[in-house]
């Protein structure tokens, strides 16, 4: 059985800065990390290297099962990387193309049932931190603490912006916000697993907001449901 107590949920749409809260929360409690986008982003960009259609559902349904996948931590900047049958796919899961890929795999049932055990697994003592878009809905719906973060799209798509200039990228505004009000659209609109906050989920709009600011908040949200979490 999954200790329930021990699990935090954090889910929004893409840019709203779950990624870092994550991670920030998990190196304050020292609990693991699931990234359930790298999950889809990774089977997005396996599906194109394979030449497997999105279409052929049945395909990337066993494909989603049977992923050469893991995960390790970099020893330089402490980030979760994914390998994929031996190759570091860090690069390439944070591109808005493998965030497309990921959004056109995440509406087919076949695939997401195929990673819901295989999501649940990641749970460790002493507790996990799972970011997504269904954690709290789908994933872990007992948790006893899950976070809906979000974020205007025009903030999500100049973060966005700032950050592949910062990595020397080009990149145009207008395509990017484009692009993320396609793909909220697309998330929140699915049959499937829709991007909604969790019953009971406590929503943070990061728009406005520092990141320590919202680190705050959701620690103390946390602390609450979860009243053992942190030490006086």
Request: glycine share 6%.
């Amino acid at each position: 059985m999954v200790d329930i107590k021990k699990i935090i949920t954090i889910d929004g749409p893409s840019g709203s800065g779950k990624g870092t809260i994550t991670q920030l929360v998990a190196q304050k409690l020292n609990w693991h990390i699931l990234d359930s986008g790298a999950l889809y982003r990774v089977l997005g960009l396996a599906a194109q290297r394979h030449g497997i259609a999105f279409s052929e559902v049945a395909t990337v349904a066993e494909l989603a099962r049977n992923m050469d996948l893991q995960f390790r931590i970099n020893d330089e900047n402490g980030e979760v990387e994914p390998i994929l049958e031996g190759e570091n796919l860090a690069p390439f899961v944070r591109t808005d193309e493998a965030g497309q890929a990921a959004s056109q795999v995440a509406v087919i049932a076949e695939v997401r049932e195929a990673l819901l055990a295989r999501q649940r697994d990641f749970y460790q003592s002493p507790g996990l931190v799972a970011d997504g878009r269904d954690m709290g809905t789908i994933v872990f719906p007992d948790a006893p603490a899950k976070i809906f973060l979000t974020a205007s799209a025009e903030c999500r798509a100049e973060r966005r912006f700032n950050q592949l200039k910062n990595k020397g990228v080009n990149a145009n505004m207008r395509a990017l916000l484009d692009s993320i009000k396609a793909r909220d659209e697309r998330d929140q609109t699915r049959s499937v697993a829709p991007l909604v906050p969790a019953e009971g989920a406590f929503v943070v709009d990061s728009s406005n907001l520092t990141i320590s600011e919202v680190l705050t908040q959701v620690l103390e949200f946390a602390s609450k449901s979860m009243p053992d979490l942190l030490p006086n």
